[in-house]
């Protein structure tokens, strides 16, 4: 990060659930700015955790595995023993995801060009012709349905583990209470999810202040999303990754 940056005076919400927050904390630290911890989304086990037992039962017959997000790294790879049989070709959602994968042994074999979303990853060399080939995606309890459509309309056999469930947290006070409120001004989400959550947890009073605090999102879908529910400052990050979000920060702070 340039050192003429800096975000002294910033408050930050830093929405993501807790355990995957603290790199990002950090690094608005280091810059000067106050990290407002609040976890907007919690990741809980499935709902049915024997059927994601079963999914995975014949694992090493696929053809290409693709993990969505890093719970899906570190809770799919708990299913598996933090292992991977078979020799399927390895794919990710996001560079977070690609590094977890690293750092559990399992590099991609088919990267994206340009972005670390779903599109990219569509546009991939070796799913072009994936006709009859059979893809395992690893994902959360309900996720976006457009990665595994396009794979079925290309011809592949698509099935999900879904090993990990997505939940609102419970906010014991008002958000007004919360010792942060008078310090915040920038909010970061990197799902529409936590979007949503956000305003439930804020109710109609604090929501009133949230749509008019800058709201920094990591995709275009996040953004139209935002604007839609009534966000009045959306600023879009290139990326979910910390260094994309740092180096938008820092740039949108630059250009006050």
Not at 134 to 158: M, N, T, W
Not at 241 to 249: Q, V
């Amino acid at each position: 990060m340039n050192d003429r940056y800096n975000l002294r005076g910033l408050g930050i919400l830093v929405t993501r659930p807790k355990d995957q927050a603290g790199s990002l904390c950090r690094m608005i630290e280091e810059l000067g700015g106050e990290p407002l911890k609040f976890p907007a989304l919690e990741i809980a086990p499935p709902v049915d955790p024997g059927k994601v037992r079963g999914a995975l039962n014949n694992v090493a017959s696929y053809d290409i595995l693709i993990f969505i997000s890093v719970n899906a790294v570190t809770r799919g790879l708990g299913y598996l023993d933090n292992r991977l049989p078979g020799k399927a070709k390895i794919a990710a959602i996001g560079r977070a995801t690609a590094r977890a994968l690293a750092e559990h042994g399992f590099p991609l074999t088919i990267v994206p060009e340009h972005h670390f979303d779903s599109e990219a990853l569509l546009e991939a060399r070796e799913l072009q012709s994936v006709s009859g080939q059979r893809i395992l995606i690893f994902r959360g309890e309900g996720g976006r349905a457009f990665l595994g459509d396009s794979l079925r309309a290309r011809g592949a056999s698509v099935e999900y583990a879904e090993v990990y469930r997505r939940v609102c947290p419970e906010l014991a006070v008002k958000v007004e209470q919360l010792p942060w409120w008078s310090d915040l001004k920038l909010v970061t989400a990197t799902s529409g999810e936590i979007i949503d959550n956000l305003l439930a947890l804020f109710g109609s009073s604090g929501s009133e202040r949230l749509l008019t605090l800058p709201l920094l999102v990591v995709s275009e879908r996040m953004r139209d999303h935002a604007r839609a529910l009534g966000f009045q400052q959306v600023i879009l990050a290139e990326g979910p990754d910390d260094d994309s979000i740092m180096e938008t920060l820092c740039r949108w702070m630059d250009s006050r």
